[in-house]
């Protein structure tokens, strides 16, 4: 029989089907094991070669489990919400919930003719109402919750009010927006409406007055990188910095536990480093400074308390609520103006820039440990959204409190021996405080730090803070609230709906709330999102139900957890489901995720976690980035003003205007002058200069983009190598982590190893050669090298290596001729997880009635490896003389001997005394005389 990759994988994929081969079920009697690809979003374009290898490298490594008698889930699914289809929608009309089928359909074709081993049963689609379902009910019980800080994690909402009815906010220690003091009269005072308010401030989802990107002339908020100096990406509308009510996830409370998980992860340490980084754990100080003449008094957030005798100005965000109280009356127009200035500017412009800008507000705080009046100032160097959004600045010593200082000509006070605050230099971190120039009553108190190191210094001032109640010992973190809403249509609804302008959660047995119809998907005229659009979004009792839909993040927050029990419609996951599965073991998926989806997943199942939906804390136990695939784009060369095209190697003859070509009418570099003509209407009348009667093409790596004419469609190298082949060339290109080009000019040498590989069962007359005799040690040698290599490798995920160690052991099977059943069902085994449509297929062959992917992976054995005799090289004093042969279990004083009276020996002794004997095992002797 012919090797015919058409016909074996046509066969193998409906096989797969009709036995449902890659069905898995909760079987208590084997060890689980949980593959995960972060499932992909369905876009217009299809996939392309790049987009299937991490697909691939997973799929290796649950074949190559399940071999090992492991019970794998190996699911995948759709992120179906999503602003492409709606954009599309935007422009023709079409419905998204349309587009998405039809692209999640073409994805679907795709994926089926690689061959993976999916459990398409358990398939989820996030815009699917049976599916999001519980990413609405999982909104809800975050509503339902607060975070307790002692016991450190959610508890119900209603223990918390229970508590404000027997004891107020005494003792309390949750997770707010802001700290707020009543008793438990005072709250049973408040009208229902105060009671709400106030139980916002500590929902785990609540709606916050967030700032946002306004972009008034598209009607919506947008993410920071949608907004390019200060106007919108897309049409390039002003965007102003907004406050706006969004529902909001109170992230932030689980900040440290999200860094305590890092380190039970196995993860590199470049992804830990980006979400520690990205959590941004701070410890510092807060600090009470009171305003001179008035009875206000603000806090502050420092990391340097030990500067507090340096301080020569304060300084506000323009945001805060204390620029409008300290705002004098003759500094009123000037502040206002730079407000209104400051607006235009977004958070992120705010940090990159260094722009030196203020206002002096009119009022003056009191230090609390010199009792000296220093001047308020406002500026947008300081954040809102960070610390307390006010701050004592230490020109000498910190460099944005520098610049403002120089700037505005404010006093610089210097506190540190050896500090030149001339140079912009503050890297003063082992330095020692020294007798500062400070006002008599300032160390009044007793607070001394002279002759400390800044260590020191920081700590015996955080202890003074404390005792003298001047205000409290503060770890912050970088790490924001997720603002959850979106004014969009293509994304879930949220379950609510308001009573009085307040919120309130719909009946659980109301859920899933569909999406409802709306005749355009866009803001309505009066700026509503474009759920305002739709017919009476209303409750039964007529309540009007919430027009913000849920981000992108919700429905790719618990999938993992589905995926273990799809189809059940009484709870997110079955306690039984979820205690088999555990959580994910191995998860791959592109690095661009690891502070969106890393952060937002492991927060989401934290929750669920706290609440008794998850087994496990943390989701992803393991996590592999795959590299991204670049494009090898391909050119020609055009001489100036004609239709005339050179080769490459010609071209510099000529003056020539280089031009992508598409991919794939160039094969190993050389133009199909044919397939150029007709690929566009404008080159139906080129003509080419040759080389060797060839047309050669220039060629360079780029980002893989339709753009480019560099897009690989995997249907293609299917259709004219077969998916084994497509298989094991993406993995052969080089590191499942590392980025790579997509170069196809190595793709003939995989195909024909498979083919060689297909010639050790039939010869070139199709004959089946495959024969029941012993194996020889040589051929045992062979294989069992390949199962230690590619055992070890495929635990390593370095595939490449794996199939270069098959193509040599193919090789050497082949040279000896070998066409044992004994070692070539092993082999097959081996090559299974790779390429299994020709494993299947010979599988069969050879006379197996199930499919190999329930076949057992073989454990190799050292015996195989060993070396009968080992050749030796005879050393004297260091010189390579002569090689002699041993067995290879000879020992020591056997090989000393034996060397010794040889006659090679004695001759270049020349009768000396011998001074000693060294012996590298299974290499050298060396004698030194
Ligand atoms: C006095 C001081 C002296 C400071 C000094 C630094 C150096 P991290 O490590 O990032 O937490 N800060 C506090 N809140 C801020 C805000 N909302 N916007 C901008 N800056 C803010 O940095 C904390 C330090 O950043 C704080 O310590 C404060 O300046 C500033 F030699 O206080 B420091």
Not at 28 to 55: C, D, I, Q, T, W
Not at 101 to 117: A, C, H, T
Not at 279 to 305: H, N, P, Q, Y
Request: hydrophobic content about 35%; some cysteine; aromatic content about 12%.
């Amino acid at each position: 029989m012919e090797y015919n990759f058409r016909e074996i994988e046509k066969k193998w994929q409906e096989r797969w089907v009709e036995n449902k081969t890659y069905q898995v079920t909760e079987d208590e009697s084997r060890k689980k094991f949980y593959v995960l690809n972060m499932f992909p979003y369905p876009s217009g374009a299809g996939l392309h070669v790049g987009h299937p290898l991490g697909y691939i490298a997973s799929d290796i490594y649950a074949r190559y489990k399940r071999l090992q008698g492991f019970n794998v889930l190996n699911p995948m699914g759709y992120d179906a919400y999503g602003l492409p289809a709606e954009q599309y929608a935007i422009q023709t009309g079409q419905h998204p919930a349309i587009t998405t089928v039809n692209n999640i359909n073409r994805y679907r074709e795709q994926l089926d003719k690689i061959g993976f081993s999916f459990d398409w049963s358990r398939e989820v689609r996030t815009c699917e109402p049976d599916y999001y379902k519980w990413t609405q009910w999982a909104f809800q019980q975050m509503f339902k919750h607060y975070y307790d800080n002692d016991a450190k994690k959610a508890t119900p909402i209603a223990d918390l009010i229970k508590r404000f009815e027997t004891k107020g906010t005494e003792g309390l220690n949750a997770a707010c927006g802001e700290e707020l003091s009543f008793t438990a009269e005072e709250w049973k005072a408040k009208s229902d409406k105060e009671q709400q308010t106030i139980l916002l401030n500590y929902r785990i989802a609540y709606l916050g007055d967030t700032m946002v990107n306004w972009c008034p002339a598209l009607g919506t908020v947008l993410a920071n990188d949608e907004v390019v100096d200060g106007v919108s990406e897309r049409g390039g509308h002003p965007v102003i910095q907004k406050v706006m009510r969004q529902w909001c996830l109170r992230v932030s409370a689980y900040a440290q536990r999200l860094l305590d998980g890092l380190e039970t992860l196995n993860w590199t340490d470049s992804l830990k480093e980006t979400q520690k980084n990205w959590i941004g754990r701070s410890e510092g100080a807060e600090m009470k400074f009171s305003v001179k003449d008035s009875d206000l008094e603000f806090t502050i957030f420092t990391t340097r308390a030990d500067t507090v005798f340096g301080v020569t100005f304060m300084v506000l965000a323009p945001e805060s609520e204390l620029v409008a109280q300290l705002t004098t009356a003759e500094q009123k127009a000037e502040v206002q103006a730079y407000l209104d200035a400051t607006k235009k500017r977004t958070e992120r412009e705010r940090i990159a820039d260094r722009r030196v800008t203020g206002v002096f507000s009119g009022s003056y705080a009191i230090n609390p440990l010199t009792r000296e009046a220093i001047p308020v100032w406002i500026s947008d160097y300081v954040l809102a959204g960070y610390g307390t959004g006010a701050i004592m600045a230490v020109p000498a010593h910190d460099s944005r409190d520098y610049a403002f200082a120089k700037h505005f000509g404010l006093e610089i006070r210097p506190l540190i021996e050896g500090c030149d605050v001339s140079e912009e230099s503050f890297d003063a971190k082992e330095g020692i405080m020294m007798n500062s120039p400070l006002p008599e009553h300032a160390t009044e108190g007793g607070l001394v730090l002279n002759g400390l190191t800044i260590k020191e210094a920081i700590a015996k001032t955080k202890v003074y803070i404390k005792e003298n109640n001047l205000g409290k010992v503060k770890v912050n973190y970088r790490l924001r609230d997720a603002i959850f809403s979106r004014q969009r249509y293509w994304g879930e609804p949220f379950p609510v709906y308001y009573k009085n302008g307040m919120p309130y959660m719909l009946e659980e047995s109301k859920l899933p709330l569909e999406l409802p119809e709306v005749d355009k998907f866009l803001p309505t005229e009066t700026g509503e999102p474009p759920l305002g659009r739709a017919k009476n979004w209303k409750t039964e009792e007529g309540y009007q139900l919430e027009l913000n839909t849920m981000p992108g993040f919700a429905g790719s927050s618990a999938y993992y957890l589905r995926y273990m029990d799809p189809h059940n419609t009484e709870a997110l996951v079955s306690t039984k489901a979820n205690a088999y599965w555990q959580n994910v073991d191995l998860y791959v998926g592109g690095t661009e995720h690891a502070t969106g989806h890393l952060i937002y997943s492991r927060f989401w199942n934290k929750f669920l976690h706290d609440i008794g939906v998850s087994i496990k804390e943390e989701p992803f136990q393991k996590l592999i980035n795959q590299g991204m695939i670049q494009g090898r784009s391909n050119f020609v060369y055009r001489i100036k003003d004609t239709n005339t095209f050179v080769s490459l190697n010609l071209k510099d003859q000529y003056d020539v205007t280089p031009l992508h070509v598409d991919v794939n009418i160039v094969s190993n570099d050389i133009l199909d002058q044919e397939a150029f003509k007709n690929w566009h209407p404008e080159y139906k009348t080129a003509e080419f200069i040759l080389e060797d009667g060839k047309y050669i093409c220039g060629w360079a790596v780029e980002k893989m983009s339709k753009s480019m004419f560099n897009v690989v469609n995997p249907d293609m190298i299917v259709e004219k190598y077969g998916a084994d082949t497509l298989r094991m060339y993406e993995m052969f290109l080089g590191p499942v982590e590392q980025s790579k080009p997509w170069d196809t000019n190595g793709i003939d040498g995989v195909h024909r190893f498979i083919r060689k590989f297909w010639a050790l069962f039939y010869n070139k007359a199709g004959e089946y050669i495959v024969k029941d005799e012993a194996a020889t040690k040589e051929e045992l040698k062979s294989l069992h090298k390949l199962i230690k290599k590619v055992s070890g490798d495929i635990e390593q995920f370095s595939y490449n290596t794996s199939v270069s160690a098959f193509m040599i052991c193919v090789n050497e099977l082949s040279s000896l001729k070998c066409n044992k059943k004994e070692i070539l069902s092993n082999l097959v085994v081996l090559l299974a997880p790779f390429a299994p449509h020709i494993s299947e297929e010979l599988w069969e062959t050879l006379g197996n009635a199930t499919s190999v992917c329930d076949a057992q992976w073989p454990e190799y054995n050292e015996d195989y490896l060993k070396e009968d005799v080992v050749n030796y090289t005879i050393s004297f004093n260091g010189k390579a003389r002569f090689n002699m042969e041993f067995a290879a279990d000879a020992d020591n004083n056997t090989i000393q001997e034996t060397v010794l009276a040889s006659e090679g020996a004695i001759k270049w002794i020349e009768g000396k005394p011998i001074k000693k004997v060294i012996i590298v095992p299974k290499k050298i002797v060396n004698i030194v005389v």
